[in-house]
C-alpha cells in the first residue's frame, strides 16, 4: 500500500504561482511513475504532468500545462512536487496526486496509476 497527501493548494491571482506537494508512505520503493491530475466541476478528471523512471528519469505534460508547470521530485523519491506558473483561470480545479508501480506506456491515464490522494483544491481568480 501507499499512501499520497497532497498540500500547497489556495486560492491565487491569474498570472500568480503555487507549487503543490505530494508526500508519499508506505511501500514506495515498488513507484515506477508518479503523476498530477485534476478535475474541474463539471468535468473529466484530466492529465496534467508525470515523473517516471523511464530512462533515469522522464517527465510528461499536457499540452496545457507545457511550459509552465513543472513536475520533479526530491531525491529519497518520496515527495513529488507541482511548480505552476503563469496561472490561468482555465487551472482551476482540485489536483490529485496519484501513483503506480506498473510498467508501460499509458501514464497520462487515470486507470493506469494504483493509489491516489483526497486531493487540493487550487482557484485562480481573474
Known amino acids: 500500500q501507499v499512501q499520497l497527501v497532497e498540500s500547497g493548494g489556495g486560492l491565487v491571482q491569474a498570472g500568480g504561482s503555487l507549487r503543490l506537494s505530494c508526500a508519499a508512505s508506505g511501500r514506495t520503493s515498488s513507484t515506477y511513475a508518479m503523476g498530477w491530475f485534476r478535475q474541474a466541476p463539471g468535468k473529466e478528471r484530466e492529465f496534467v504532468a508525470a515523473i517516471s523512471r523511464s530512462g533515469g528519469e522522464s517527465t510528461y505534460y499536457a499540452d496545457s500545462v507545457k511550459g509552465r508547470f513543472t513536475i520533479s521530485r526530491d531525491n529519497p523519491k518520496t515527495t513529488v512536487y507541482l511548480q505552476m506558473d503563469s496561472l490561468k483561470s482555465d487551472d482551476t480545479a482540485v489536483y490529485y496526486c496519484?501513483?503506480?508501480?506498473?510498467?508501460?506506456?499509458?501514464?497520462?491515464?487515470?486507470?493506469?496509476?494504483?493509489?491516489w490522494g483526497r486531493g487540493t483544491q487550487v482557484t485562480v481568480s481573474s
Open positions: 496519484a501513483s503506480t508501480g506498473k510498467i508501460g506506456g499509458l501514464i497520462r491515464q487515470p486507470g493506469w496509476y494504483d493509489y
